[in-house]
């Protein structure tokens, strides 16, 4: 989560959403602070931020979960930065990194899995993310798929003149330039049930390539009550106080101060 108070913005910085690029350009060139942690919520900036601060032009990135579940296997199959080894990251030790991704990183790693086997294993339910409790507290979404207009939008928006364009982000090593690819004809009937009440609520659509496209009935009512019970454990989950690592970029930026 990134503030300006010249600027007089709030970035909600989800996860797997570009949020890294931008804290840092934001930090960088407008004069943002680190507040909170990396991802925190809205809710957890109304706790603590003072009536004027509750008035500032606040944004973040939605993005595809479809896109964002490729990122994560590519992710965790190549091991990036060796995050998923470095045991100062683990949720145990005060970290991020949740007892359920390394379950999943062992998957990948023990059994060579392909995306396919991935998602077959461990995607049962109706997926949710961070976004479904963000983006109706902010003034503008940026899209993802149209990070560096919508980039630009923003910054317009929030009072910046001639704001200068988001750098080229790094591509996850090893992905394909499609992610949609991914999604073989094996598992496209789960991808529906998986992905569809979240895509029908935000906007997105599936691959027009894909036939006969019916959202189950159980779907939409399973991920309505289990986006219930994800903002109440969201809400009840014990918070990380410690500063990001050093050499990360929110770490570097929170230890400026």
Sequence with gaps: MIISHKYKFLFIGLPFSASSALTKELHTNYEGKPFLRKHSLYYEFAKVATE??????????????????????????????????????????????????????????????SFQEYFLQFFIKPHDTLASMTVNKCDFVIRYEHIAEDYITALKMAGVVSPLPLPVANKTSGKKKNEMDYYTEEIQQRAVYVFGPFLKKHGYNFPESWKN?????????????????????????????????????YGDMQREG
């Design 213 to 249: 496209i019916t959202i189950p009935y159980t779907s939409k009512i399973l991920f309505e009550l289990l986006s219930i019970v994800r903002r109440i454990n969201q809400r009840l989950k014990k918070k990380i106080k410690r500063k990001s690592i050093s050499g990360s970029i």
């Design 52 to 113: 004027e601060e509750k008035k500032y032009f606040v944004f973040a990135v939605l993005r595809n979960p479809m896109e964002m579940t490729v990122t994560v296997y590519e992710k965790m199959r190549a091991n990036a930065k060796g995050n998923f080894t470095n045991t100062q990251l683990f949720q145990k030790n005060g970290g991020h990194i949740t007892d359920q991704q390394l379950e999943r990183f062992k998957f990948i790693q023990d059994n060579n899995a």
